[in-house]
């Protein structure tokens, strides 16, 4: 994936950001975007919240309606001369989502904020354009017409057209060089990837050990970073889903 360094087509839609066209158009640039993200650096670390995890905080800013946006700029230039006096650092917008998943503290985005032509993005949608549900909204995820169709007699194609777009949660745990996913064994070893429908199938495998942890993707998304084989609600359906090469 290739990342832009050069927004000016960024600048020119946000001018035309009411039509529906433009607006889908915008939210595919951000894909493979990198803005500036005006930030305050911490002289101390701490990982157990959240801002300490990267060493700075993101500037608040009141979106309006009660609560916090994130501001973004398309440029160095504009970010210097901006209301806002912070030092900006360039952020990949893949990068700012995997942020922003883990606290539910912003409501929104806005690109070039306090200017003539800004845009504003609510976070889920802007979550959406990478295929992430934001941690504190994995608990609501329920996936109920994909468990009648894992019990019933489905064909592959029909899964796949069901998954695709769907998020489902995935295990993680920490180790030394970042976040890793947690695999499941079947009874001849062979090693898999587990896929969860809703939290409750989550729990069934993993709700007694303290050092895994939920995240979310969609099914589409999920395919991008595993490469192994997948097994969906291993507890209950145990459906195998062989990677194809």
């Not at 395919?223 to 359906?237: H, Q, R, W």
């Amino acid at each position: 994936m290739k990342i832009a360094n050069d927004n000016s087509r960024l600048e020119e839609l946000i001018k035309e950001k009411n039509n529906p066209q433009v607006k889908q158009e915008i939210l595919e640039i951000l894909h493979d975007s990198r803005l500036f993200l005006p930030v305050i650096f911490r002289k101390n670390r701490n990982s157990d919240d959240f801002a300490g995890q990267f060493g700075f905080d993101i500037v608040d800013v009141p979106d309006g309606f009660g609560g916090n946006t994130v501001p973004l700029f398309t440029s160095s230039q504009i970010a210097e001369s901006n209301t806002l006096k912070f030092t900006s650092i360039a952020v990949t917008m893949g990068d700012l989502a995997e942020m922003l998943k883990q606290t539910d503290k912003y409501a929104s985005v806005t690109i070039n904020i306090f200017t003539k032509s800004f845009f504003e993005l609510p976070l889920d949608d802007f979550l959406d354009i990478f295929g992430i549900v934001a941690n504190h909204r994995i608990k609501d995820i329920k996936n109920e017409k994909l468990r009648q169709l894992l019990q019933s007699d489905f064909t592959e194609d029909e899964l796949y057209t069901e998954l695709m777009d769907l998020p489902l949660i995935t295990p993680w745990v920490d180790k030394e060089l970042g976040p890793a996913n947690e695999f499941t064994f079947d009874e001849n070893d062979n090693i898999y990837v587990p896929l969860f429908s809703d939290f409750d199938e989550f729990k069934k495998v993993f709700g007694n050990v303290h050092e895994v942890y939920s995240q979310s993707y969609t099914f589409s998304r999920s395919l991008e970073f595993f490469k192994d084989d997948l097994v969906i609600n291993p507890a209950t359906e145990s459906v195998f889903l062989i990677q194809k090469i």
